[in-house]
């Protein structure tokens, strides 16, 4: 079918949450349904910051709810949402 990468912007719950460990724990979650290409943290508003994640998968249907339900599934998630998606 191909392959897209999928941009996710992650939530944490608060300004307390460890986005290190937050990654550690979504690539975990991650492994075997997709590759993880990028990572970075990006500033919001207040102190508070976002990961964004980019990670490549099959264009299979059901995939982004698969994805987006693994990611809020890790322990100081507030919410992970589709930020961009693009054919590969």
């Given at each position: 079918?191909?392959?897209?990468?999928?941009?996710?912007?992650?939530?944490?719950?608060?300004?307390?949450?460890?986005?290190?460990?937050?990654?550690?724990?979504?690539?975990?979650?991650?492994?075997?349904?997709?590759?993880?290409?990028?990572?970075?943290?990006?500033?919001?508003?207040?102190?508070?910051?976002?990961?964004?994640?980019?990670?490549?998968?099959?264009?299979?249907?059901?995939?982004?709810?698969?994805?987006e339900q693994l990611i809020g599934s890790v322990p100081g998630v507030q919410n992970?949402?589709?930020?961009?998606?693009?054919k590969i």
């Open positions: 079918m191909g392959q897209v990468l999928v941009t996710f912007e992650i939530m944490p719950d608060g300004l307390e949450v460890d986005l290190g460990q937050v990654r550690k724990e979504v690539e975990a979650k991650v492994k075997g349904t997709g590759k993880i290409e990028q990572v970075e943290i990006r500033p919001i508003a207040f102190g508070l910051q976002a990961l964004m994640i980019n990670i490549v998968v099959e264009d299979e249907e059901g995939m982004m709810d698969k994805l992970a949402r589709v930020f961009a998606l693009n």
